[in-house]
């Protein structure tokens, strides 16, 4: 859809206009400086499946950046390869960064990586573009200097680790299947180990078990973590947690991961279930402040199924001092077809914190009872208490 002039004069008409949003068009060389002339006021843009010229970027608008916008949301926008630099000069007070590219044209790093280079503190970075070429991360002030959240899509762990190197005091990172691991890792504990509150690694297969770990031992500040596993034997040999703020913790808890699903155990490996799952229990009742704790993170990661994990034990004794010790708890996430008995369901309403709203989960005896969950509720009068229940 192309647009008329008339368009461009009701908006730069508009003086008290804050936020413009474009779905679905296709700008002209000249829209762009009709489109500059009203950004001068807005605080937010959002171009949504916009294609914009492919021409030299207007010369008249290189020196007019716009100083007032905190928000920019560019959603699959075909941008020229040549304006990515130009384009994100005239922003240098963003606060909040939209970016989804089309899969045929992922973003420039390269060229980008100068402008969030060492940014501190205050703003939003979402990108999802599919990055691939090689760059060297450099240093000097950066354009973003309030940056303080990044949402990228990068597949490669070098490009990931080399842009956290260059950014200061980060707060929030969250990736999406991406491939990044230990070099990421190392760049967080490095650069943002005192300063990150929030990482999300969603459907990142590569950051393992020993992994989280490590980062649920290494940031102080973390208030909320997403990602793909925990084995219960990397927390009973790991250093204690040290995140004593984390209220959000979403996983896949297992007691532990067959490295042949065809072999099994060992006997030796057998002897340490116990103790490794009594040491996983006794570690997450240290996180006093949770209020969400999800163990069975929904989503497969590519190549896995339930057949290589040995899960938790919700029978053991550790489960229930755990669901007590959590007083702030409101949401428990179990297993979908996890065996419990009728006296630990009960035992869970009798125990949990008034706090706790919502426990889900599809729960059988072991002998093929069903568990009546409303007569337990009905005892404790907490009709808002959740439990699923499943045939055996």
Known sequence: ?????????????CMALESLALYNVSLQHYDIVSLWQVCLNLKKLVLADVILPFAPFPESLRHKPLRRMRSLVMDVVLLPTDYETEWFKLFPNLRTIGWREREEQPLSI??????IATATRTATVTTTAVIDAGFVGG??????????SLNIDIRSDDHLAAVLDSIDSL????????????????????????????LKFDRCQHVTSAMTQTILSKFPALEELVVPVLVAHDVSVGDPWICTQLKTLSTRIILTEFQDPTKGLSD??????????EDLYARLSTLKRLVYLDIALSYALPGTSNARFLLLDLNHPGFLKMVASLRNLQTLLLYMSQRLSLEVAKQLVKCASLSLTRVD????????IW?????????????????SQVLP
């Open 139 to 148: 240093s000097g002030g950066g354009l973003w200097r309030n940056l303080k």
């Open 361 to 368: 989960g599809q729960f059988h005896t072991s002998d093929g």
């Open 110 to 115: 390269e060229k980008l990586l100068p402008a």
């Open 371 to 387: 568990i009546s969950v409303d007569d337990l509720l009905c005892k404790r009068d907490r009709s808002s208490l959740i439990i």
């Open 1 to 13: 859809m192309a647009f008329s002039t008339k368009f461009w004069d009701v908006a730069s008409a």
């Open 268 to 277: 030796d490996e057998y002897l340490l279930l116990p103790k490794d799952q």
């Open 171 to 198: 707060n929030k990172l969250e990736i999406a299947a991406s491939y990044c691991s230990l070099k990421t890792l190392d760049s967080l504990i490095r650069r943002h180990q005192f300063t990150i509150t929030s």
